[in-house]
């Protein structure tokens, strides 16, 4: 009974606040406010507050006997090795199924093209032999040069 009523006051509540809020003329925020204010009643229409009640009693009584009782620090090992073998067969075999399969092209596809769809990588330019050290800034050489050319 209590549960019923501390529902229907909430959700009248909140239709109240909606109310308030669409005078003010902030349609979208009002059925928001309209769409929270619905959940409580619906909630308590359906019959889920004893049902979260009886999950919120469970996880309780999981949690005192998580931390007071060795088997289940046990089956908590356990399934922590389990997983770590589940994530580690599922890469491996991954790794060696990429292996073992090379991609084939389809029938339909034709003959292979006679260049390489992507381009080769530009070559890396040389080192400097004048002495100079490499301070970590060589990827501004082309800024600098431009800033020259522009007399800044």
Known sequence: MLTAAISFLLTAGGVAVAGLRA???CLRSATRWFAVAL????LYLTGLFPLASTIGRAFADWATKLVFDPRVWTGVALLGVSAALLLATTRWGARR?????APERPAAAGPAPDRPAVAPAPPKPKKRAGGKQDDGLGDFADIEEILRKRGI
């Open 39 to 42: 959940l409580p009643a619906g």
């Open 97 to 101: 199924d990429a292996v073992e399969s």
């Open 23 to 25: 005078r003010q003329r």
